[in-house]
């Protein structure tokens, strides 16, 4: 989704701008473009397209030898009005004087460009930005005398909806303007100069140290000093925030891609997210306050998140015998949920701006629930505004297709569950040590999935024309293969469905055809008879079966016509495992077919709009 950057002090400004844009290309865009100040006028350059278009024409534009002091910079992911160079950000007042870039949506954009427009305000692009950039400029002319962090309070007080802002002016070189209100927003703290970016892996080529900016602030950004404001003006003082995560682990290392290199840091960032919370073989969770009489567990989180809940359920319901329900974040609010002081509520994401996730969060506190959060990125407004937050340990994931975030929100709900089950005496300590000793062996079965991987390479070699993939699979092989269709559709671009062994017979079996490929994985031993009877179903009718096998499902391997074997790991901490060859699947399918793989088309990484 879109992202910002800004920077004022005494590097290059350009580099530094184009530097933090390639390094938020990774949440999505389909334009990109920059404004500084040149002298003493502000000058824009924006195009649609990949950022070698916009660097392109930035090195074919006749910039001079006066130096440029400030900039911001954009890449958009377009919500109002299709990608054209129009329509990119940044975007000016009419005279030029005031630019900016922003992500989210103003949602009563409307009605002030029809007042802007009584002004005698001539817009260019079909944006709900704009209007930002117009009614800055008139409140800077006419009612705040020339005061920008004055006309910026005003027109943020006329806004609706969601906004991080970078604001230029040109008759105020020496500083530029961030604000945000639920859309995320950064600002870096540097030895030479102070930046802005919608997120922390945007700055780690320029700054560890971060302000993370809260709801309704205004932040002045200045060579020297920045100074952080509240909605009603009043200075804020906030402590930055070290960030441990260095520059490389946002780099690709040696990998042609971001996705493969993070399936490759699984088994580390399974193994940093258990230890982060094992001491001495027991449990050391933050104080999750569990409601005295829980009632149900109501777990909330959209797409691959989502689907780390659904394993979550089963586990917590076989572990606690807690009724667990699982909501799509965008659904939650919707429909009138039943929760009250006995619910817990788990939310999941891994970079924890989710706007959907974000707004069900806040609907569940004010409906009464505990929240716990369980997410990925440090200081991420889901994990500020949450009482609680148990922190995976994945560290940055660039790739838009979500990988090693889900084995570790996976193995961060395990420990959950086990805190859980200790507590309602379900588990006797004995067991939980027991339990956390099979999920340390994790890693070093992820460790021998992947030196396996080149024969889910060669599989892929052969299949990746395929118009249609189903997956199957019956309990929690069913809640996995949910994710690995999803993983499968949105980077190979082939139609893919996940169904419930048993289900397929009530409909979707009309369109298994000869060649069909179904992928099923078996890693459920008290259901793989009922299995292999389903995929003898399948067989019947010409499907083709790729097995997904653990050694105590062997049996299933003779209805397959092709078999991934994994190692011998516990049926209920499975999917951590099984998930990895489904990845490596939708990854060499992407790849055989061409496509870009980290960047899959109409897709962005992080989904700051509703
Ligand atoms: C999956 O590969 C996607 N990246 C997507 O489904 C993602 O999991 C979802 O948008 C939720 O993101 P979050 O975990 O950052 O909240």
Known sequence: MCGIVGYIGSRPVLPVLLDGLSRLEYRGYDSAGVAFMQGDRIRICKKKGRLAQLEQ????????????????????WATHGAPSDENSHPHLSANGRVAVVHNGIIENYIELKRY?????????????T???????????ARDCAGDLMAAVRQTLAELEGSYALGVLCADDPDRFIAARKDSPLVIGLGEDGHFIASDIPALLGQTRRVLIMEDREIAVIEKNQVRLFDALGRPVCREPLEVQWDSAAAEKNGFEHFMMKEIFEEPRAVRDTLTRH??????????????????QVCIVACGTAYHAGMVAKTVIEQLCRVPVVVDIASEFRYHDPILDEETMVIIISQSGETLDTLAAMREARRRGGHILAVVNVVGSSIAREADTVLYTAAGPEIAVASTKAYSTQLAAMYLVAFDLARRLNRMSDNQVREQIESLLALPAMLDAVLASQDEIQRFAAS??????????GRGLDYALAMEASLKLKEISYIHSEAYPGG????GTIALIEPGTLVVC?????????????????????????LGILTPSCQRAADVCDAVFMLPDVPARLAPVVAVTPTQLL?????LNKGLDVDKPRNLAKSVTVE
């Open 57 to 76: 024409a930035l090195s074919e534009a006749d910039l001079g030898d006066m130096p440029i002091r400030a900039g911001i910079g954009h890449t958009r």
């Open 116 to 128: 802007l427009c009584a002004q005698g305000c001539c817009f260019h692009s079909e944006t709900d």
């Open 130 to 140: 704009e209007v930002v950039a117009h009614l800055v400029d008139l409140h800077y």
């Open 278 to 295: 094992i001491r001495r073989g027991t449990l050391e969770l933050p104080a999750i306050d569990w409601p005295r009489a829980l009632r």
């Open 463 to 472: 299949h990746f024309n395929a118009h249609s993939i189903f997956f199957m």
């Open 503 to 506: 289900e397929l017979k009530h």
């Open 521 to 545: 994985p078996l890693t459920q031993p008290a259901l793989v008879d009922k299995m292999i009877s389903n995929i003898r179903e399948v067989k019947a009718r010409g499907a083709l079966i």
């Open 586 to 590: 939708a990854y060499y399918m992407s």
